[in-house]
C-alpha cells in the first residue's frame, strides 16, 4: 500500500486466453499514464484488477475466491485509515456482473472487456464514492458498473502500446463473435465479431517492432474471419494483412491465434507456403470428430473439412505442425462419437493440443440440452485423450531431435545459466545460454525431446559465440 503523497501501485491478475493477456497490457498502458506504477502482489497495491475468463466454469469461480482474499485486505487496511480499490474486468464482469456485486459488495468497479478504456473515469467515479463513504454518508447503489458494448472502439481510446516482453508482443487485430457454437460464451461476453481496420493495425505493429518486438501473435476469437478495412475502403483477409505485416523490417517470426476450420481460405493456405516469416504452427480448434456432435455444438463444419486443412497446409508447408481444441463430454456424446474424435486425432497426428471437459455454462443452448453426460464419463474420455495427444506430443518433439533450429529466447530457466525459449514449432526449449540471449533467435541444437519441452544446445559459431560472450 502507499504512503500519502507516494505513487499509487496497481496489481493486475489475469485469468485465461491470451486476449486477456493483451487486454491486461493495455490496462496497465493505461493506468501507467494516469501515473499508476506496477505492484509486485495485491498485498502492495492500492488498486487490484482481476482480468477474468468466463469460458469454463472453473475459470470463474477462482474469481470469487480471489475477491474473499482481496475483500480481508480491503477490510484490514480500512481499519487503519487506508483503502484498497477493487476493479473486476474482463468476461465474467460482462456476464455476471449483477452476481459479483451482489455476492462480493468490497468490488468497487466492474468493467467489461469492450469498456475497459473507460478505466480513467470509472476509478474517478470509484474515488467520489470513496470519499463519500469516508465522510460517513450512505453510497446509493453497489459499485461502479460499465459492461456495456460501447459504440466507440475501445482501441481508439487506447494509449500505444508498450507490452514487448522478450522480443515478443501480442497484437489483437479482431474481437467478438458471430458464429454461437452452442457450448461457448464468447459472444456473449465479447460482443458481436469486430475487426480492427488496416491502418492502425500496421501502425501498432511497427511501434511493436520499433519497441524491440522480433515476433508479433495476431489475436482474435476467430482471426482468421478478419476483415479489416483498409483506407480505399476494401476489406483485407487475414492472408493479405499477414503479406503487408511480413514486409517490416526487423520482424522476424509472425503467428496468429485462434483460428477457426470454416473460415481458413485458400489465401491463407498459400500464405503459409509463401511467407517465410509466417510460423510452420497452427492452432485450429476443431472440438469434436465426430459429425453428429459437430453439428448439435453448430460448428457448421464436419471432420473431414478439419483432415482436408491438414493436408492442404502440409502440402504447402512440410513441416507445419498442427495444435487443436477438444471438448469432451458434449451432450449427447457418445462412445461411438468419442471414438470418432480419437481416430481424427490419430489420422492428423498433432503436435499439441488443448483438451477439456464440456462445462455448462449458463445462457448457452448447451445449458439446456438433454443427455447431458456424466462427470465420470467425462473425466474417463479426457484421461483417455491426454494419453493419446500426450503421446502424440512427445512424438513430435523427439522427431525434432538432432536438428539445429532458431529459438526465440523469452526467460530466464530455473536453473541458473539455464534460458529457456520457442521453437518455430512453438514447442518449449531448455539450454544453457547467456542472459542477453533473451529477446533474440539464437540457432539451437536440440539434444533431447521429453513430453512437454526439448533440450537444447547453444550452436552458434565461433566467433558469435565470442561476440555474444562480449
Ligand atoms: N474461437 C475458438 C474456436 O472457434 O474454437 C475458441 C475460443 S474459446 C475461448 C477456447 C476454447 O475453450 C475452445 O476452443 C473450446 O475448446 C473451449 N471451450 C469453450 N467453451 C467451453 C465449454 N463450455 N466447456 C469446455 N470447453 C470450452
Ligand atoms: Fe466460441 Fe465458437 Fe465463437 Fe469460437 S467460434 S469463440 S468456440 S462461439
Given at each position: 500500500m502507499t504512503a500519502q503523497g507516494a505513487q499509487r501501485q496497481v496489481f493486475i491478475r489475469t485469468y485465461g486466453c491470451q486476449m486477456n493477456v493483451y487486454d491486461s497490457d493495455r490496462m496497465a498502458d493505461l493506468l501507467l499514464r494516469l501515473g499508476y506504477a506496477l505492484a509486485p502482489s495485491p498485498e502492495q497495491a492500492d488498486l487490484v484488477v482481476l482480468n477474468t475468463c468466463h469460458i469454463r466454469e472453473h475459470a470463474s469461480e477462482k474469481v470469487y475466491s480471489e475477491l474473499g482474499r482481496l475483500r480481508d485486505i480491503k477490510v484490514e487496511r480500512r481499519s487503519t485509515g487506508g483503502d484498497l480499490t477493487i476493479a473486476v474486468a474482463g468476461c465474467v464482469a460482462q456476464a455476471e456482473g449483477g452476481e459479483i456485486a451482489k455476492r462480493q459488495p468490497a468490488v468497487d468497479i466492474l468493467v467489461g472487456p469492450q469498456a475497459y478504456h473507460r478505466l480513467p473515469q470509472l476509478l474517478a467515479e470509484a474515488e467520489r464514492r470513496a470519499a463519500i463513504r469516508k465522510a460517513g454518508k450512505r453510497l446509493p447503489g453497489a459499485g461502479v458498473l460499465d459492461t456495456e458494448f460501447p459504440v466507440e472502439s475501445k482501441f481508439d481510446h487506447l494509449?500505444?502500446?508498450?507490452?514487448?516482453r522478450a522480443g515478443s508482443a501480442f497484437l489483437s487485430i479482431q474481437e467478438g463473435c458471430d458464429k454461437f457454437c452452442t457450448f461457448c460464451v464468447v459472444p456473449y461476453t465479447r460482443g458481436a465479431e469486430y475487426s480492427r481496420p488496416v491502418a492502425p493495425v500496421l501502425a501498432e505493429a511497427r511501434q511493436l517492432v520499433a519497441a524491440g518486438a522480433i515476433e508479433i501473435t495476431l489475436l482474435g476469437q476467430n482471426v482468421n474471419a478478419y476483415h479489416g478495412e483498409a483506407d480505399d475502403g476494401s476489406a483485407w483477409s487475414l492472408a493479405r494483412l499477414i503479406r503487408a505485416l511480413a514486409e517490416i523490417d526487423g520482424l522476424a517470426r509472425l503467428r496468429y491465434t485462434t483460428s477457426h476450420p470454416r473460415d481458413v481460405g485458400d489465401d491463407l493456405i498459400a500464405v503459409h507456403g509463401e511467407v517465410p516469416v509466417l510460423m510452420p504452427y497452427l492452432h485450429l480448434p476443431v472440438q469434436s470428430g465426430s459429425d453428429r456432435i459437430l453439428e448439435a455444438m453448430n460448428r457448421r463444419h464436419g471432420r473431414d473439412l478439419f483432415r482436408r486443412l491438414a493436408d492442404r497446409l502440409r502440402e504447402v508447408r512440410p513441416d507445419m505442425a498442427l495444435s487443436s481444441d477438444f471438448i469432451v463430454g458434449f451432450p449427447g456424446e457418445r462412445d461411438a462419437d468419442f471414438d470418432d474424435t480419437m481416430r481424427l486425432i490419430e489420422e492428423v497426428c498433432l503436435a499439441s493440443a488443448f483438451s477439456f471437459k464440456y462445462s455448462r455454462r449458463p445462457g448457452t443452448p448447451g445449458w439446456a440440452m438433454a443427455d447431458q453426460v456424466p462427470e465420470n464419463v467425462k473425466a474417463a474420455r479426457l484421461a483417455a485423450m491426454q494419453a493419446l495427444l500426450g503421446r502424440q506430443a512427445h512424438n513430435f518433439n523427439l522427431s525434432k531431435v538432432g536438428e539445429t533450429v532458431p529459438v526465440l529466447y523469452a526467460e530466464a530457466g530455473r536453473r541458473p545459466g539455464q534460458i529457456v525459449g520457442k521453437t518455430p514449432w512453438l514447442q518449449s526449449v531448455y539450454a544453457e545460454g547467456l542472459g542477453r540471449m533473451v529477446g533474440q533467435i539464437v540457432e539451437t541444437r536440440l539434444v533431447e525431446g521429453h513430453a512437454n519441452s526439448l533440450a537444447g544446445e547453444i550452436a552458434l559459431q565461433p566467433e558469435r559465440a565470442r561476440e555474444a560472450a562480449a
Open positions: 494509449p500505444a502500446p508498450h507490452g514487448v
